[in-house]
């Protein structure tokens, strides 16, 4: 009797061959933000941006409350799309077109929504390509964020024959009249520099300048289990040390969004004052990050722009680069041959937004 | 001078010579439950169950607010009473006769009391086993939870008389009828299968059914001391590794607590519209749970009952098993001779109330 | 180009040639404090006392809701001065003057501003003592927490002339007429000992009375980063094992804080209705914490004061030690030769106010 095999119930996620171009994907478990999801996003990596940490600065500012950071905002809604899209994913190859559209408060409820906008098999016939543009609303139904991601998934059945390769065109960059409307208009006279812990505004950042944000931070077992399980993001790679012992790397591998939020973190020593992240236009986990690792980060700011119709705010490009146990004071790069020296674990290129 | 001994002051928890049948025992720390708690209790375990996750989808269905998890109540309430009864606990032996009653919301005040319900030395004369009734009530004295549970305690004085033994008679199945009053009259047309997660409703379990939870969660020594303090919970074992070193295990202990917790989120994955877990009818510790254990789950179906006046719910009743570093899709179970196989730590006899 | 090696615009910290008697220091990350960072709190530490866990059991004694613990308001205080203060920072050599002025709530957002007022250069001119008094504030401007401490920092130039030392005089003992203003008049006749935990009041505790704490504590590494950053403490020691492999130690040293917290936490076995720090009149660190040590405390009525003008509540000067991996039966304390035996990792002088 196969009801009793019972496998029938519980979500093995799935393969290439279910997904289907234009599929659209409503993803489980609504979450309602809470005071205690920010304290333990605080206590995991120890952001200091003063506009997220104090409802009187933020409120000073002109928002109705502190915001969230944005990345909170990012990992809940990918948590979500981790039993439909990547359960059995073998590698996360990339996102674009990452927006951060509205400021998401304490008290506001995500989902999380895909949409399958590419599939491409891979020639091995064993894997393939899944493309999906995924929006996280609240309860409102505003977009409060929306990307693209793609990812390699399994095929269950080799055999299987899928319909012809669809890969989306993606922008490089997002256009700068894209970004910010998270960001309600601000009254920069009450912005206070000191409290904001830097002094260095729009103006006084060069492209081509490169900042070493100097502190290390050596991630725990516990330290990143708790973290993802917080986003309800359910890939076993980051929970089963039974199952990790037998695999390619013995361990449990830690959850890329932990990277990308100690790497956030580590950059206020530097950009302060670029206390909104507006966009990903682009992200790749070069190497796996385990417990015992210690994280760095430097950034180079790679282009500034305005913001159609904004005096109070500007929008730096940054190409931040984490590493594992290397200190970035030499700012760890790619080699003459174009591959990352050892040690880089993430790059990323990012829209932020800060004071004018 | 004995007051200079200071041992008088510091609460040193009860021998079995201490307990009286009838002793009622107000335990202390009255504890407002926050949204910082549920947070914590959804990084600690990773609970997807959409009623507790978000106060939209639990409104929409007829809460007044997300209420907190089941177990999040339990183990509150649990928590104040091991000063007073089992500080001095050899084994936690059993539950009985666990009834959550009403919903638990963010800012509720939960305290404790127990009734000593029966007493009965052991032949060593050295131990006895101490049954106790716990209530847990709110701020406005509502009980929301009621159980028994039963520990080995040590006497102080192997020569100490105590009364004659008095073990009482428990239920070993709590009532269908006494289930589902901690669950509002539901509008179950709103119920949204996709955001819940599962389409698998009461109709659709048949009893002897089993399902893999499939999922594993290694547990880290933080993780579940964390957990532990959050609840209050003081037993020494779980947090003292230099007391540890010269016992039996040369390890701190897991508080039993965790294990059902990790199962029951575990559980979500093949059981996730059984959004509240209403009774505990039975429950034992089969083997201890370490930091760097993997823990699995299964469970059996063995049971299903409608719930006098409700055709919005159901009732399943369910036999969950954990283990420890033994993956569950061969269900392990007892053998031949009614043993537990190795690896198996936990077995539990619930009632789950699930969507109709 | 110096822009472009990026050092300029991250904070490297003060060193000792850069503090000016008289100073002001404004430090950044004003932050609101959440039920979620009492709630990580208890997790941490385990902390009992009923005022601060209930606030129906506050609110009943006349407080308007359950006030934060008062580490938590240090912590958070302190946290924010070390970017500017201690970053570069030998040692941390002492407290002073350490009084709680209000209660802090759920909600209330809070501020540091640190004044110097001495500078010593130590003989060999490579180092250097600087003396600050810190206060905390609310989001009303009211001061919340005063304290000194003195560090010793490194010079960046040994061959840089400073100015003549000036060393603050500072008492020895907060008056008892300073303390309890953080405590609203209460209803003792509400006050319920069971629900405390306690049936020990101020007329209880006798001078030189010694009292064991018993319990013990194992610290973790996540644990106590954790902690750290939830106070967006930045000191590199805590967080970086990659540097700290090169150290003295070879290991990440726990923030002092956290000794302070387990210590005061563990307190409550023995004096659980002190439900109030009131003042520290001194602490020294005597030994670093690792991870895998594990915390016992005891305490000393060094002396007892009526509060003037309350009849509700005393004052119990005790003086706390806290060991490693040492038990406190035998009260651990300094050797002839007035050293602290083998263990002893704290010695904090305090003020705790006590239901009458």
Chains 1, 2, 3 share one sequence.
């Not at 299987?160 to 989306?168: G, N, Q």
């Not at 904004?310 to 030499?330: E, F, W």
Request: charged letters at 20%.
């Amino acid at each position: 009797m196969s009801m009793s095999k019972g496998v029938s119930k519980a979500n093995l996620g799935n393969c290439f061959e279910d997904f289907r171009l234009g599929q659209v994907l409503r993803h489980a478990t609504p979450r309602t933000i809470t005071s205690g999801d920010v304290s333990l996003y605080t206590s995991l990596y120890g952001g200091r941006f003063a506009v997220q940490s104090s409802k009187e600065f933020a409120r000073r500012l002109g928002y109705r409350d502190a915001p969230v950071d944005d990345l909170i905002v990012f990992h809940v809604v990918f948590g979500k799309t981790v039993p439909d899209i990547s359960l059995n994913a073998i590698a996360n190859l990339g996102y674009a077109e990452c927006r951060f559209l509205k400021p998401v408060y304490v008290g506001d409820t995500l989902s999380s929504v895909s949409e399958v906008i590419g599939l491409r098999e891979n020639a091995n016939k064993e894997t393939g390509v899944v493309y999906v543009r995924t929006t996280g609303r609240n309860q409102r139904d505003d977009v409060v964020l929306s990307y693209v991601r793609w990812v390699m998934v399994r095929k269950r059945d080799k055999a299987a024959i899928v319909a012809e390769s669809v890969v989306p065109e993606l922008l490089k960059v997002v256009s700068p009249s894209d970004l910010a409307s998270a960001v309600p208009g601000l009254i920069i006279a009450d912005y206070d520099m000191m409290l904001a812990g830097s002094t260095h505004r729009f103006a006084d950042y060069v492209i081509g300048e490169k900042i070493d944000h100097v502190d290390g931070m050596t991630v725990e077992e516990a330290e990143h289990q708790m973290a993802t399980r917080l986003y309800q993001n359910t890939a076993k790679v980051h929970f089963d040390q039974f199952a990790a012992q037998g695999s390619r790397f013995g361990r449990r591998l830690i959850y890329g969004g932990v990277v990308i939020s100690l790497a956030r973190a580590l950059s206020f020593n530097g950009l302060g004052n670029a206390f909104h992240l507006a966009a990903i236009n682009g992200g790749r986990h070069v190497a796996p990050l385990f417990a015992g690792d210690t994280v760095y980060a430097w950034s180079e700011i790679i282009d500034k722009q305005d913001i159609p119709g904004r005096s109070d705010v500007g929008a730096l490009r940054v190409r931040m680069i984490a590493t594992k146990n290397v200190p970035c004071s030499d700012f760890p790069n790619r080699d003459a041959g174009d591959a990352f020296v050892e040690g880089v674990v993430l790059e990323l290129d990012a829209w932020l937004v800060i004071i004018r």
